[in-house]
Every structure is written in structure tokens, then in C-alpha cells.
């Protein structure tokens, strides 16, 4: 069965540094998000990803953060410079619409950020 | 109003009982309701979903209750199994966009004891 994969699956940092996220989302799906699950909290929106563009995007993705999907299959996140407060699960999804424009979105297992 | 307010936040339910998390939200303009489950370390599976035209749906041993006028929905696990053990995350999204970003409640911890 296909499944979104993502990489590195933890990743420490020190504050300040970059860090690029990396998801292959399924193949042949057109939607991709990223989530955040801060330690024991929900799972929060990041940003959203369609046609190339960025269709929307929380309060918490502000100029630090930037995604791209630079081939046909890779999608990234990128924190130009971490907090300690962006250590956290990151999630990549990814989903397709159906003629009846039901969406099910597929996530990954999740990227592990720890900023120190 | 982009809330989805989620309970209990933890539940411990004996072998062949049954496990209900409910969820409530105030937003109408919510019309796909989808739970799903995680496991320690992985990221969220959908277990099931329902628009709000539909009452309940059912699959398996999982079933969905969903009270349009309460604006509130819950998920039944009937003969609830240990390996029925995990986090579970009521969500809620809307049309509008190109995309449907969606909106978590704060997950319920269960525990099946054998």
C-alpha cells in the first residue's frame, strides 16, 4: 500500500540553525500539508500545498518557515533559524480528492525535532 | 470557533467493553469529521469518517455518532481489544479553499486492560 515517507525521522539541532524536513508524499496525490505535534498536545496545522503554491498557512509558519516542492515528488519544510520552541513531531500528509470531493489525508510517520 | 473540543482526555476500558470519546465543535461550516489513531511514535492513521448529512456510519467494531443540532460527534469502539490501545484524535475540516487544512481536538489516551 502506498504511504507518505518522510526523513530524516529525528533530527537535533542547536538553536539558530537551519533544518530542511523531507517528505515524499504519495504519487499520485496533488495535496500536501505539514502538522506539528508539540510533545503530549494536539496535532497542529502548519501549512498547506497545492499547484505549486502555498493555498494557506497558520499563525505559527511565519517568515522563519518555507516549504517547496523542488521535483515531482519531494516535499519540504525549512526553519531558516530554530527556536528551542520548534522542537517538536513534524507531520507531512498528503491526500487526493475524490469526484464526491472527499479528501482523506495519508500522514507520515513523522520527523522528530529537538532544538537545543 | 475553529475549536474542536475533545473528551475524555484519558480512558481505561476492560477487554470487550466499550471505549466512547466524544467530540464538539462550534464552527457549521465544518462538513467532514474524520478520527484517527496513533500509535506511540507513528503518525495519525484515519480510522473513519462522516459528513454531517449521515447520522452514524459503521465499520467493523468502530462506529461514528454524529448529532448535527448538538454539533457534536462521537466514536464508539464496541469489544474494545488491548491492541485497541493508542491515542485517538477527533478532527474536524471544511471546504473553502484549494485545500482542507484539518482542525484536531486534543486526543484521548485509551487503555485496553486484558
Known amino acids: 500500500e502506498p504511504e507518505v515517507t518522510q526523513t530524516p525521522s529525528h533530527q537535533v539541532t542547536q538553536m539558530g540553525q537551519e533544518v530542511i524536513l523531507r517528505c515524499v508524499p504519495i504519487?499520485?496525490?496533488?495535496?500536501f500539508y505539514w502538522y506539528r505535534q508539540i510533545l503530549g498536545q494536539k496535532v497542529e496545522f502548519l501549512v498547506s500545498f497545492y499547484n505549486n503554491e502555498i493555498s494557506e498557512k497558520s499563525e505559527i509558519f511565519d517568515d522563519q518557515f518555507s516549504v517547496e516542492r523542488p521535483d515531482g515528488s519531494n516535499f519540504t519544510l525549512k526553519i531558516r533559524s530554530t527556536k528551542l520552541e520548534d522542537s517538536a513531531m513534524y507531520f507531512c500528509?498528503?491526500?487526493?480528492?475524490?469526484?464526491?470531493?472527499?479528501?482523506?489525508?495519508?500522514f507520515g510517520p513523522g520527523t522528530r525535532l529537538l532544538v537545543l | 470557533q475553529q475549536q474542536v473540543k475533545q473528551s475524555p482526555q484519558s480512558l481505561i476500558v476492560q477487554k470487550g467493553g466499550i471505549s466512547i470519546i466524544n467530540c464538539a465543535y462550534e464552527?457549521?461550516?465544518?462538513?467532514?469529521f474524520p478520527w484517527y489513531q496513533q500509535f506511540p511514535g507513528k503518525g495519525p492513521a484515519l480510522l473513519i469518517a462522516i459528513r454531517p448529512d449521515v447520522s452514524e456510519k459503521k465499520e467493523g467494531r468502530f462506529t461514528i455518532s454524529f448529532n448535527k443540532s448538538a454539533k457534536q460527534f462521537s466514536l464508539h469502539i464496541m469489544d474494545s481489544q488491548p491492541g485497541d490501545s493508542a491515542t485517538y484524535f477527533c478532527a474536524a475540516s471544511m471546504k473553502g479553499g484549494a485545500t482542507n487544512k484539518l482542525i484536531f481536538g486534543t486526543g484521548t489516551l485509551l487503555a485496553v486492560q486484558p
Open positions: 504519487s499520485n496525490h496533488l495535496y
Open positions: 500528509a498528503s491526500s487526493h480528492r475524490t469526484s464526491g470531493s472527499t479528501e482523506t489525508q495519508y
Open positions: 464552527n457549521t461550516a465544518f462538513d467532514y
